[in-house]
């Protein structure tokens, strides 16, 4: 049941973008991001809701496709800040408070 | 501001030691979870308590228990541990309706 995330890792310069993907093969109810910095724990970036809308702040932002059970994340014009490993947690039941976590995707940025 | 502590950063134990690692949060959350990281494995559940005394298992829960006395104080418990269990452990609580999680810092467990 676990998500599978493409790619595995990726890596930029400054002022690329980037995709990650997020697919399941279950029925989501929502789709979570996390980013971990080496070191540290994982933080929330955002979540989307099973028939909501695109969510963004800053320069990165995530959609969710229900046709396809597929949520993808859009970092545009990169900055150093954005390295780490990006995780997708996702919610198949509503309000369960329980996330599957994907295996991750690392993205570094290069100056 | 929201904190989840974990008791230990690293911990170096020995094999067939029973093991306890501590999360406290201070957010009031109903939700409490532990997940163990491992490279290219991801985040992996194992297990989650939705309220005082109660607990549901993850993805992984054999060779490990929890316990959860009281709202704020989750612990995991490895009753005899072994060598594959060295990992990352990560304690998260979250509350309804957001569901958002936050996570502690992790304790690095290394079992020899």
């Known amino acids: 049941q676990q998500p599978v995330q493409s790619p595995q890792a990726v890596i930029l310069r400054e002022g690329e973008d980037a995709v990650i993907n997020c697919s399941s093969s279950k029925a989501l109810y929502s789709v979570h991001w996390y980013r971990q910095k080496h070191g540290e724990a994982p933080v929330f970036l955002m979540i989307l809701l099973k028939g909501g809308e695109q969510k963004g702040h800053d320069k990165i932002s995530a959609s969710f496709n229900e046709k396809k059970q597929q949520s993808s994340l859009y970092l545009t014009a990169s900055q150093l800040s954005y390295s780490g490993t990006y995780f997708c947690g996702t919610e198949y039941e509503s309000n369960t408070g329980k996330l599957i976590f994907g295996q991750g995707t690392t993205l570094q940025v290069k100056p | 501001d929201v904190k989840v502590t974990q008791s230990s950063r690293y911990l170096v134990k020995r094999t067939g030691e029973k093991v306890f690692l501590e999360c406290v949060q201070d957010m009031d959350h109903e939700n409490m979870f532990w997940y163990r990281q491992d490279p290219g494995l991801g985040l992996r559940l194992i297990y989650f308590?939705?309220?005082?005394?109660?607990?549901e298992k993850g993805d992984i829960p054999e060779g490990y228990s929890v316990s959860r006395e009281k709202k704020e104080r989750f612990s995991l418990i490895l009753e005899s541990a072994s060598t594959n269990q060295t990992s990352m452990y990560l304690c998260?609580?979250?509350?309804?309706?957001?569901?958002?999680?936050?996570f502690g810092p992790g304790t690095r467990l290394t079992v020899l």
């Open positions: 308590s939705y309220d005082v005394k109660m607990k």
């Open positions: 998260a609580s979250s509350s309804l309706p957001s569901n958002t999680q936050y």
